[in-house]
């Protein structure tokens, strides 16, 4: 199995940035798709940005490209959210979730029922 753990969320004021981190360990091998999903109170579960550690490419859902960035450092097997220019809209609590596809296009299709493990999330709160 794989077990995911999520840290670096906070309040912060609008306009500042935070760097969300998760944490991966057990047998992370058996997926292939890493992926930031939020959900804010009354809202849909969304995603917000997800990578394919096959090819390394990211995918980013409208509202947060070009703020929001998604890297990985293999060496310490943790996959990042760098997210900067905050607003207000952001507030949520964010999960990283993963899972493997047979195709490589199904990891931004952000379709947060197909993901097989979770995080316990992190609570984002812009003010």
């Known amino acids: 199995d794989v077990q995911l753990v999520e840290s670096g969320g906070g309040s912060v004021q609008a306009g ?7 944490a991966a360990s057990g047998y992370t091998t058996i997926t292939n798709c890493m992926t930031w999903f939020r959900q804010a109170p009354g809202k849909e579960r969304e995603g917000v940005a997800a990578m394919h550690t096959g090819d390394g490419i990211s995918y980013y859902t409208d509202s947060v490209r070009g703020r929001f960035t998604i890297h990985r450092d293999n060496a310490k ?38 993901f097989a493990f979770w995080g316990q999330g992190t609570q984002v709160t812009v003010s």
């Open 77 to 114: 097997n943790t996959l990042y959210l760098q997210m900067n220019i905050l607003k207000p809209e952001d507030t949520a609590m964010y999960y990283c979730a993963a899972s493997r596809f047979s195709e490589a296009a199904s990891c931004g299709g952000f379709s947060w029922y197909q």
């Open 16 to 22: 500042g940035s935070l760097r969300l981190s998760c």
